[in-house]
């Protein structure tokens, strides 16, 4: 049921539309010479494509940052941090300073968001079957008893140690990937790399303001309802993040079952999108915002937008219109035919 593969592939092509097509071999030194680089990790393709002289090094670096993150960060291997912090039993674990970090940010975006982001859930989706892929429809009962043990506002935070309430249980699977990005990004700049792209599983992110030949990245949103992109973006350096039902769901009777849940309710999140994106200049930051977004439907993203002013985004509703913030307005192109509404302040 997953489509991350053929996600990754369709919007890595569009992000560098000039350098798919049969282009014959740029010499060495040439500014336009590229290298590629993939790992799975995060439960997703990562690919990254970084331009200029120091380009090997840099995409060596960027995934193994990548890899190490997945290591520390995974809900399932015994040996990292967050699997130690789940199995604590209601005791304090320490942590490293970028774990601490980033669960900081995660329960600071948990109270931005009035609660629509919550890192909490893991319980939840893991009775769904959204964890391992044995999906089934838990009843009210059983949801009503797993929602008593989330709360991202019970996690307490210390110098370097976090304490979860026996049986809680949390996942960053929605803001690693974005917080994996930006630290890719800063192992690429380290190896001397100006220019780069990386796309993991369809969350793009950008290092240089333009490709080596001047032109603006390219960026494709994913079509909701086929295959492809419905619009694409001309961005500078940062991030384009999209969630949407469309990367995990199962069918059951009839209905169609989507992995983003909200969390008051337990349920995957009706609230009219089929997917929303983020763009700004931080990769965790557009990760945790596009959950949200997701979850908080077009009324509330665009309240969450002008309470915080500091990103843009693109929402697909379901009935097929576009809902776009004006700073994008310039450099955003429906390629499918839309209704398109521009929010502006
Ligand atoms: P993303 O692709 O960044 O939108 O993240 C979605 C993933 O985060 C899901 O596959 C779940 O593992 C987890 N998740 C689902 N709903 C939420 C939520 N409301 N808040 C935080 N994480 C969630
Ligand atoms: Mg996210």
């Known amino acids: 049921m997953r489509k991350t593969t053929l996600l990754s592939t369709a919007l890595i092509c ?45 995409v060596s670096a960027a995934t193994e940052e990548m890899t190490r993150l997945e290591k520390l960060w995974s809900v399932t291997d015994e040996q990292s941090e967050i699997y130690a912090v789940n ?23 948990h109270e931005a968001t009035g609660g629509a982001l919550d890192i909490s859930l893991y319980p939840v989706l893991r009775a769904w079957g959204f964890t391992t892929g044995e999906y089934r429809v838990p009843d009210e009962e059983e949801i009503a008893s797993l929602l008593e043990k989330t709360g991202a506002e019970k996690i307490s935070l210390g110098d370097n140690t976090v304490t979860l309430p026996e049986d809680m249980e949390i996942d960053l699977g929605a803001v690693a990937k974005g917080c994996a990005g930006d630290k890719a990004v800063a192992a690429l700049k380290e190896q001397g790399v100006e220019c780069a792209i990386l796309d993991l599983g369809g969350n793009i992110q950008t290092l ?24 694409t973006l001309e961005t500078g350096e940062g991030a384009v993040i999209t969630s949407g039902g469309y990367e995990r769901y199962f069918e059951q009777d009839g209905k ?32 945790a915002l596009s ?35 004006e700073g994008i307005e310039q450099s955003f192109q429906l390629t499918v035919p839309a209704e398109l509404k521009v929010l502006r302040k």
């Open 14 to 58: 569009l992000a560098m539309l000039s350098s798919c097509g049969d282009k014959p071999e740029v010499p060495a030194g040439d500014p336009n010479t590229k290298s590629s680089g993939s790992v799975f990790a995060m439960d997703t393709y990562m690919t990254v494509t970084a331009y200029g002289d120091d380009r090997e090094a840099g």
């Open 87 to 109: 199995h604590a039993g209601g005791g304090s674990t320490a942590v490293s300073g970028e774990t601490a970090e980033l669960l900081e940010f995660a329960l600071d975006m």
């Open 208 to 231: 240089g303001e333009t490709k080596p030949d001047g032109t603006k990245w390219k960026i494709g949103i994913r079509d909701p309802y086929g295959e492809g992109s419905a619009a």
């Open 256 to 287: 169609v079952y989507k992995h983003i849940l909200d969390p008051k309710t337990g349920r995957p999140a009706e609230s009219g999108l089929a997917s929303a994106t983020a763009i700004g200049d931080e990769g965790r930051y557009c990760d």
């Open 291 to 325: 959950t949200s977004l997701y979850v908080l439907g077009a009324e509330g993203a665009e309240e969450l937008w002008r309470k915080r002013g500091d990103f843009d985004m693109v929402l697909i509703c379901e009935d097929g219109s576009f809902v776009i913030t």
